[in-house]
């Protein structure tokens, strides 16, 4: 079973930069397109950007610009760079297929970003 560990999280202030990875068991990146989601208190969990197995990216509007998805397959691992945040990007960030499998969420990695 393959698992996917999210890790990179923490607080910055506003205008900083952080580095998410997420790392998988298995060679699940070679095959799929992975996404990077987050979910904000209250709110519903939303995409945020997704790499394809061709190394094709996409952004959610609020990440365009700000954040870059790329991935290590030789490290089996995905990562999310986020500059420039704003306390808006405060959520819990996850990894996972896109679209998502309900299988393979994992416990997410927190950032806050202090205003």
């Known amino acids: 079973q393959v698992q996917l560990v999210e890790s990179g999280g923490g607080l910055v202030q506003s205008g900083g930069s952080l580095r998410l990875s997420c790392t998988a068991s298995?060679?699940?990146?070679?095959?799929?397109?992975m996404g990077w989601y987050r979910q904000a208190p209250g709110k519903q969990r939303e995409l945020v950007a997704t790499?394809?197995?061709?190394?094709?990216?996409n952004y959610a509007d609020s990440a365009k610009g700000r954040f870059t998805i790329s991935r290590d397959i030789a490290k089996n691992t995905v990562y999310l760079q986020m500059n420039s945040l704003k306390p808006e990007d405060t959520a819990v960030y996850y990894c996972n297929l896109a679209p998502w499998r309900d299988v393979y969420w994992g416990q997410g990695t927190q950032v806050t970003v202090s205003s």
């Open positions: 790499i394809t197995s061709g190394g094709t990216t």
């Open positions: 298995g060679y699940i990146f070679r095959i799929n397109t």
